[in-house]
């Protein structure tokens, strides 16, 4: 069974910035197949980066420049690089294994001063 733990939310100002991480385990390790989501209060679940299947990376046009998405197959974890933080950047961030259809439980990020 696949089982993808999420770590690094927390309360940040805006500008701030924040390293997300996604440990996966119970499955043959593909980071391809990774990606992370967000959702705020009220809004529908947005996916906000992941990797195409030939490894390039593709982001919602809201964190473009901002945030980076990354692997490190070693650990089978996928972290999410964010930078200059935003107040709509507040929501809880997921990751999903689209192999599996598995989700983590989530973390909280909340930008505000």
């Known amino acids: 069974q696949v089982r993808l733990v999420e770590s690094g939310g927390e309360l940040v100002q805006p500008g701030g910035s924040l390293r997300l991480s996604c440990a996966v385990s119970g499955s043959i390790f593909n980071s391809n197949a990774i990606a992370w989501f967000r959702q705020a209060p009220g809004k529908q679940r947005e996916l906000v980066a992941g990797?195409?299947?030939?490894?390039?990376?593709n982001y919602a046009d809201s964190v473009k420049g901002r945030f980076t998405i990354s692997r490190d197959n070693a650990k089978t974890t996928v972290h999410l690089q964010m930078n200059s933080l935003k107040p709509e950047d507040t929501a809880v961030y997921y990751c999903k294994d689209f192999l599996s259809d598995s989700w983590g439980q989530g973390t909280q990020v909340t930008v505000s001063s």
């Open positions: 990797f195409t299947t030939i490894g390039t990376t």
